[in-house]
């Protein structure tokens, strides 16, 4: 645990810096020139301007004299960022100049840490989930064991959700919020040159990406170099004929694609730009760049013919129009029964994919989903199984062999199961 706390304190001090928190380097005995001087007029901290004075503690350590030790430096630093806070003390400086201090009080004293940075969390949302790492590493070493777990497990982190997944895996990744394009930018500025790719789920499993958020994933991922991968396992064919891609306009450099790919038979495939498809062909690319695709069934003749068939099927006029005005219909439909039963639920997702969740909170990201009653849900689906609806554990993935009669049968059965979890 404590490895891994030290890894993200290591990256947040690195994410803060890369967002205008621009201090954090001077604990790094870093030797460079560093920014250019502000308006100091000495060492004694005297500055015009607010910003001025905010950089002023931000300078590396040479400039404060060599003979200073790295206490003293901690120590003018602090004393320096204290000043921003009294001179401007309703300003973004001082917010940010609080969180400094914070960071640097961690070890030396925790308590007067927790308060600077509580302080400036309401003003600061951008550096919420960071000021909550720190906050937690303070409780730690203030002894808060169970505290600081709290505060941890409201960060976004990788979590297994399977036994047998290696803590190297998980300690591999990074994990930023959906639906949080700022979250997503800052981590990607921060890792770029670490980073192998981006890799969403455009539509994430029930929760459609709210306005922007691709493009600005798509163009964060551009202008740092990295490559966007999209997850289309579930979308691809699904949402459109081109997938998520097509539907919500967004390109990503790679996609994976399963499931409706195959019709129903084991069949998946990778797709992107032809550079980077090109390291699948040791003769584009040679023995060192050469990526070795294969596997016992890929390619498999009759999984190909289904798919081929499906793609046929898909490509009729009117398919994905029939497909949509279905899932519109039954999505209306079992938001009408919830509202009329005053159950809260939110009714999430697109309509070729969806789902209800049980809660009155709009249901943005994954966690939003957890916040739904899973109680409530299994009865109702147990319900349903009861009245001949099978649906899995979550979500209604609608088909163009749906019929009228499947739409009236399914709202007859919601009508009664709804009027029996009232009961
Ligand atoms: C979004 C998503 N990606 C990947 C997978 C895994 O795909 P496969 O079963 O082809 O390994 C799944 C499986 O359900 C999925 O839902």
């Not at 602090?78 to 009080?105: C, H, N, Y």
Request: proline content about 5%.
């Amino acid at each position: 645990m404590h490895d891994y706390l030290h890894q993200w304190v290591i990256r947040n001090l690195v994410l803060a810096a890369s967002i205008g928190l621009c201090g954090f380097a001077l604990l790094s005995d870093q030797t460079s020139a560093g920014p250019s001087s502000p308006s100091m007029s000495s060492d004694s901290g005297v500055c015009e301007k607010e910003e001025d004075c905010f950089q002023a503690a931000a300078m590396p350590k040479e400039r404060f004299g060599k003979a200073l030790n790295k206490e003293q430096v901690l120590l003018l630093k602090l004393d320096r960022l204290q000043r921003v806070m009294e001179r401007f003390p309703a300003t973004i400086w001082a917010k940010r100049a609080g969180v400094l201090s914070g960071v640097l009080l961690l070890e030396r004293n925790p308590a007067v840490a927790i308060q600077f940075l509580r302080a400036a969390q309401r003003d600061l949302p951008v550096l919420d989930d960071y000021i909550r790492l720190w906050t937690g590493e303070a409780l730690m070493n203030l002894g808060n064991a169970k505290q600081a777990a709290d505060m941890f497990e409201s960060i976004p982190q990788a979590v297994p959700d399977s036994a047998g997944i290696p803590k190297s895996v998980r300690d591999d990744m990074i994990i930023a919020p959906f639906n949080d394009a700022e979250a997503v930018d800052a981590l990607v500025r921060e890792h770029k040159d670490d980073l192998a790719g981006v890799i969403v789920e455009p539509f994430q499993r029930i929760i459609p990406p709210e306005p922007g958020f691709l493009a600005a994933v798509r163009k964060t991922t551009a202008d740092n170099g990295v490559p966007l991968i999209f997850d289309e396992v579930v979308t691809g064919f699904r949402l459109a004929y081109g997938g998520a891609q097509e539907y919500y306009g967004v390109v990503p450099d790679l996609c994976t694609l399963g499931k409706v790919i195959g019709g129903g038979f084991p069949l998946a495939a990778i797709a992107g730009k032809a550079e980077i498809m090109a390291h699948f062909d040791k003769s584009k690319v040679g023995d060192e760049n050469y990526l070795v695709q294969i596997g016992t069934l890929s390619g498999n003749p009759v999984a190909a013919a289904a798919g081929l068939a499906t793609m046929a099927i898909l490509k009729r006029p009117g398919a994905y129009e029939r497909i949509h005005a279905t899932g519109k219909e039954l999505m209306a439909a079992l938001d009408g029964l919830l509202r009329q039963a005053g159950i809260p639920a939110q009714i999430s997702g697109e309509p070729p994919l969806w789902d209800v969740v049980f809660t009155d909170q709009k249901v943005r990201d994954y966690r939003g989903t957890l916040a739904g009653d899973p109680e409530l849900m299994r009865r109702f689906n147990l319900l349903l199984r009861e009245r001949g609806i099978l649906k899995g554990e979550s979500k209604y993935y609608i088909s163009l062999a749906h019929t009228d009669d499947d739409i009236a049968f399914t709202i007859d059965a919601w009508k009664d199961a709804i009027k029996e979890l009232k009961a």
